[in-house]
DNA sequence: GTGGTCTAGACCACT
DNA sequence: GTGGTCTAGACCACG
């Protein structure tokens, strides 16, 4: 559970934050689920357990995951909803990005084909270079 | 002259970085011409020397610029060759992107409209937030 | 570690790296080794960190390390693979300096001689001098 | 005559010492001959004389040249005789490149190939960068 | 004047 | 603790 890549230059803490958005939306996790322990996770993927509580508290903040000091930490019931609505922030990225190239003189279809044939590849290997 | 954002989260040298790529591809700079001083950049953005100078570096390194001691910075003869070559690399920026956003549930069609929409609008208004 | 003398004509940072080259060719350090922080080197080098990390960043830059913030800095899995690739580099930099010698008038002979004897003597005094 | 190239990371006085050393080894030069004044070199390469002056003191300096204010520069009457001398001292350049990259895992035969290909083509395009 | 190197020290994000 | 960015200011070599 939670594919973490310790030789790609992104922060771990971000790793475990989409990890758990990816599982989300993808419907292995459910509402209502419990995620593993800190202390679990933390031993399992070999990461400093300060790593995937700062990953934890971000998701907490975005209402996608709630810990229960105690018990721990649980898929919002409403995560899904709350994923939806942060598309729309996700997706200027994704504008701001294309803007930056295009400036650089790249083509709007070149772009095209490269979202395009990104989303057709349904590979795994998920290189994640900064 | 190179437009910076210092409240950006975006590092000052990749924005010069970026800012004289922008402007060699778009014909402002041409190949051969001298770029301005390390230390009169340094005056004009009021940004440290050696934040220009690291840019620079980079800049040389890309074969975009040459610097030659005690003679200035000058538009490599090839630059805008470089240029294009160094573009299937940011593609692939683009290509990341959208297969983490795809992979968080976003529609292919949203992408496409909004890398569109990104290349249509040519607004000045460079806001580049992280 | 890293033997480094602050009186020679070459840049402190490029000895830094060729050390570091030196001592994985060496077989000192090993591929996914972890090195010294770059604080500590600063200290134990009387060196300023930013010229240590100069150094680190060209490195990282032709892969023979990688570094990663919070975590430091390793020798790249495939370290001694980029080092020999980069040797034809090196070998023509010893071309280059041959050619103009040859010019100069000095012999083939002698400087096979010179160039033979250099690898024979296994001297540890690395006179650095321009 | 003098053969500068302005493209090269050499520094351009250096370039013009070796320049001149060169034709007095060849025999372009010979001695007792006088050389061209500071002001022609500075039209004719489009040098600052400056940078051209500092050459010519360097090769003062060294015993190449001989510069008689008002008069001019003229090559040594002993120039070959100190070319020879000063061999010794360009051969340990060679020996300290060798043993350097000795160090990196290069191999006595390639360097020994490396030399003896550079003496064997006589190739003019001298590209000395850096 | 130019770029290149180095030091000193600060602040940030990440683990 | 780690590396990454930035500032301030010094000194050098080159033109």
């Known amino acids: 559970m939670l594919s973490i890549d310790k030789t790609s230059k992104k922060p771990i803490y971000e790793q ?7 599982e ?4 292995i996790l459910k509402e209502n689920d419990k995620l593993p322990s800190i202390r679990d996770l ?8 300060n790593t995937i509580q700062k990953a934890f508290i971000e998701l907490d ?10 018990r721990g930490c649980f898929v919002a019931s409403d995560a899904t909803d709350r994923l939806r ?12 990005l294309a803007l930056e ?3 650089l ?13 990104a989303c057709s590849d349904k590979r795994q290997d998920r290189k994640e270079n900064k």
């Open 16 to 22: 475990i934050i989409e990890s758990v958005e990816r």
């Open 105 to 117: 003189g790249i083509s709007k279809e070149d772009m095209l084909n490269a979202v395009s044939s």
């Open 85 to 96: 609505l942060a598309q729309s922030d996700r997706l200027r990225e994704l504008s701001e």
């Open 24 to 27: 989300i939306a993808s419907g």
């Open 61 to 70: 903040r975005r209402g996608i995951i709630i810990s229960y000091p105690g």
């Open 101 to 103: 190239l295009y400036e």
């Open 42 to 49: 933390s031993l399992t993927l070999s990461i400093n357990p």
